[in-house]
């Protein structure tokens, strides 16, 4: 139940949905709700002489489409790094920002992160919408979709069922999972439309239970378009309901390992988590964050690529800031070899793969603790999936797309749009995958913190649904229909309907920041910070600034990126060595 100084609404925007009966300010709320998140959070500090340090600013009306607090919950989660930054720098003799700010604004250009900055004076949502990125990039894509068809094989369906609708996921290699719908790949779609309308006109042949079970045996990413009350009913939503947002968990089952000081402090680097080594082998946006907020905080990250494995181009201008990056296939044993020899000293392993699919390498968190009883140090195991550790969907494979659908929070957007027959339609960002990798970062912050004073290995877990059906919860609340269509007001968003795939939703979401906000947006704001000459054809490159912003007591210590991104697999695996 909502507390009394919060009050909402039940089922306006469908079953399980709760709207706010009075409008808060975004940052005011934003407070409110950085309060709940610390209380819910086992093993963050509930000392109020802490948590007043943590202040919001921002505009006060929503910037982002649409009734869901994915702003205000990820600028408190930023907050709640800033506050763990805090104590690591106590731990290690530091001074403690006295203040700790975190404008919400930012964060909502922040979700954007993967499109937002400029390479040679010209903003990446051009480039991307241009098709420019293999003139400046290495090409990692394999043409996922340099059709039509491959295109919209990542879109939102209606169904036999005209009350249900459909995610299908083309995991970036649609052609083997079209063909087994029985989809002609080699049709003459002329554009997205058609392409759309094709596929369409298998899916409403199919109930969603069908195309459920389709994609279940195919092996292939799918899934049902639930409401928030359908899916928190759920044995799914009810398993994932059983652990915390910030699922850090000790391992006391496993060969005790003593307390792990941090390194002694550089006076060429006094970020809070300067000498933490940190080995990250991910894909796509929400693994990736992980080490890339780590990395602003100081943490020596090293990004394990496989050139096999298809990635998106545009990323490598943005979450590889602050890394270096090496290729290693681990199905062969030299490089499964050279990547142990970099866990022996690591503090961190990132990883973004499946249950169960690295335990057979060696990589499976028991074989983890092993390792740290042998070395006695203790490691933390960050891992991220769709669905969470445990329940009849874990192992599933899946996407901020599929999260966003089985979660309830493209039912939610869909309705809140006014759109007919029940359409949904994905959140306007890739809010749940950027979210999920902060939420695996703040774990991992507060892991090596408890690791430091206590000793062990840690486990954290971060899940893209989770991350959804956290601020779809009653006490967070969702906007009401008045502020959502004042908010399109004001930004004249273009149409957003269940075809469109999260880029065209990025590049909407882009034009009516671009008509409202101006100069904020230009690469000489100081919301941005540069590197020249950057290894991307020589070209200046501009990436937004973290989040976080401590005072002047612990200015040496603010989060930043020394280094500029670079292209997936950049460096020689016998050249990279540890910093320190």
Known sequence: MASQAHQTMPSVYGPGSHTDKTFTPVPKDTQRIFKILASQTPGFTTDESVLSKVHFEGD??????????????AAALHAMTGVVANEILAERGLPESQSITVNTTHTAFWIATVGFGYVGGQDL?????????????????????????????TAIYPTKNPEVWYQIHGSLAAVPMLKSMGIDTEAPCKNNDEAWDLIASYTRT???????????????????????????????????????????????????TPRIAFLPVSPA????????????????????????????????????????????????????????????????PSDLAHLKSLLKDADIFIQGFRINKLPKYGLGLSDFLIMAAE?????????????????????????????????????????????????CVLPSLPISDMTTGLVGALGAMMALRDR?????????????????????KPEIGLYSPEIVKQCQERFAWAPMRSAHHVFELLFTVWDGWKRVFGKQLEESSPLFKSFENSVFAGQKLTILKPVVALD?????????????????????????????
């Open 60 to 73: 006060d009306f929503p910037v982002l489409p649409g009734p869901i607090k994915a702003v205000s919950v």
């Open 125 to 153: 949502i051009s480039v991307v919408r241009e098709k420019k990125t293999n003139s400046i990039v290495p090409d990692f894509e394999q043409g996922w979709y340099d059709k039509p068809l491959k295109y919209r094989a």
């Open 206 to 256: 199919k109930s969603p239970e069908e195309l459920e079970m389709h994609n279940v045996y195919h092996g292939y990413c799918g899934s049902i378009c639930f409401s928030p009350e359908k899916w928190n009913n759920s044995e799914m939503g009810k398993a994932l309901a059983a652990h915390p947002f910030v699922d850090v968990r000790p391992q006391p089952q496993a060969a005790p």
């Open 269 to 332: 680097d006094k970020r809070p988590l300067a000498g933490v080594k940190v080995v990250e082998m991910t894909r796509i946006i929400a693994g990736p964050t992980v080490g890339n907020i780590l990395s602003s905080y100081g943490a020596d990250v090293i990004r394990i690529n496989a050139s096999h494995l298809i990635d998106i181009n545009i990323m490598q201008l943005t979450l590889n800031a602050g890394k270096r990056t090496i290729e290693l296939d681990i199905r062969k």
């Open 375 to 423: 070395r006695q140090k203790g490691y933390v195991y960050v891992s991220e999936n769709c669905y969470g550790t445990d329940g009849p969907y874990a192992e599933r494979p899946g996407w901020q797309q599929i999260a966003d659908s089985a979660s309830g929070a493209a039912y939610v957007q869909g309705h809140s749009l006014g759109l007919p027959e029940d359409e």
């Open 452 to 472: 430091a004073r206590h000793g062990g290995s840690y486990h954290v877990h971060s899940s893209l649904v989770t991350v959804n059906t956290y601020a779809l």
């Open 552 to 580: 002047a007591t612990a200015k040496e210590s603010q989060p930043e990126w020394r280094t500029a991104s670079v292209p997936y697999c950049f460096e020689k695996k016998e050249d990279v060595k540890w910093l320190s």
